[in-house]
């Protein structure tokens, strides 16, 4: 069983940054791909960003790649998104994840948080 909490989310003004973190409970963190998905209103929740076991592997998605980063501190038992050059349509709830990343970039949720609500003003 693992818990995630995920923070830092808030309002920013478009071209603005946030880091968001999500903290992870129990000993196996490092054991578990993590992933980043956002959901907005009225919308699907979508893939973000994932990162494998070790942090040496990452994927995007189309929409914010370049502008965004994921990394991992297992020691910390942590994992972030920073996202630059934000915009409004960048507003939605990002919620954090545990699963399992396969080598084609396929990646598989097993846990939730609870999400976080970013939103980007014009």
């Known amino acids: 069983q693992v818990q995630l909490v995920e923070s830092g989310g808030g309002l920013v003004q478009a071209g603005g940054s946030l880091r968001l973190s999500c903290a992870a409970s129990?000993?196996?963190?490092?054991?578990?791909?993590m992933a980043w998905f956002r959901q907005a209103p009225g919308k699907e929740r979508e893939f973000v960003a994932a990162i494998n076991w070790s942090g040496g592997i990452t994927y995007y998605s189309d929409s914010v790649k370049g502008r965004s980063t994921i990394s991992r501190d297992n020691a910390k038992n942590t994992v972030y998104l920073q996202m630059n050059t934000l915009k409004p349509e960048d507003t939605a709830v990002y919620y954090c994840a545990a699963g399992a990343l396969d080598y084609g970039g396929s990646y598989t949720p097993s846990y939730w948080g609870q999400g976080t609500q970013v939103t980007v003003s014009s």
């Open positions: 129990g000993r196996t963190f490092s054991t578990y791909a």
